[in-house]
């Protein structure tokens, strides 16, 4: 068999990039916690998203909020982030992602814009500790979810099966009364087309 030199130098070069970028199949991990819980919420922008497994982050506690004390955004209320705090967890789904979802997904975060920053952290399921990555909101204010945005907390995490107990937290918290258009209503379009009953 014949390889040819340039052929062979690419593919070094290849497996080189690939080593550096940490994600030589071509996927990351992302460990969610809010509206991203939902398979459907996530699909909207990231396309590739596939369930891996169930999981908790310890010593981090879940908070709702805004990243300025004043922010708009499209969920019209705070939405979640974490903080960390001996002793508390954070349930959550790790998704596998093929890296072309990377830039749609910090983007869907607001990472250019300052509204999340990446961090990785090291999830712990029942196939051992998986190392994620995942968003902390910078400037945290402390913001009631507006009911839609919990609804889809709340929905994700019944639908990939999040611990009994830690979904009872969720549905006990407060919301903001918002009631008006939000994201909601595009996810809705996807899982409840019009027309079909
Ligand atoms: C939302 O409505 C409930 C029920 O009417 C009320 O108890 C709660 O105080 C309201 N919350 C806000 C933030 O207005």
Redesign the pocket.
């Known amino acids: 068999m014949c390889v040819s030199y340039s052929s062979y130098i690419f593919l070094l070069i290849a497996i080189c990039f690939l080593e550096m970028s940490g994600t030589s199949d071509g996927n990351f991990m992302y460990f969610a916690f809010g509206s991203n819980l939902l398979r459907e919420r996530l699909h909207l922008k990231n396309p590739s998203a596939a369930f891996v497994c169930t999981g908790r982050l310890k010593d981090y506690k879940l908070n709702f909020g805004l990243w300025e004390e004043k922010a708009e955004n499209l969920w019209h209320g705070g939405v979640a982030t974490i903080e960390s705090c001996q002793g508390e967890e954070v349930w959550g789904v790790v998704w596998t992602l093929s890296n072309e979802n990377l830039p749609t997904l910090d983007n869907q975060e607001g990472v250019s814009r300052g509204v999340y920053s990446p961090l990785e952290v090291s999830v712990e399921t029942d196939d051992g500790v998986i190392q994620c990555r995942t968003y902390q909101m910078n400037n945290f204010h402390a913001s ?1 979810p507006s009911p839609q945005y919990k609804q889809v907390v709340c929905q994700g995490a019944e639908q990939n099966g999040l611990p009994r107990k830690y979904l009872e937290r969720l549905e006990a918290i ?4 918002y009631s008006g258009p939000s994201v909601l209503d595009q996810i809705r379009a996807v899982t409840q087309p019009p027309g079909i009953k």
Do not use: E, H, S
């Open positions: 009631l407060q919301t903001n009364n």
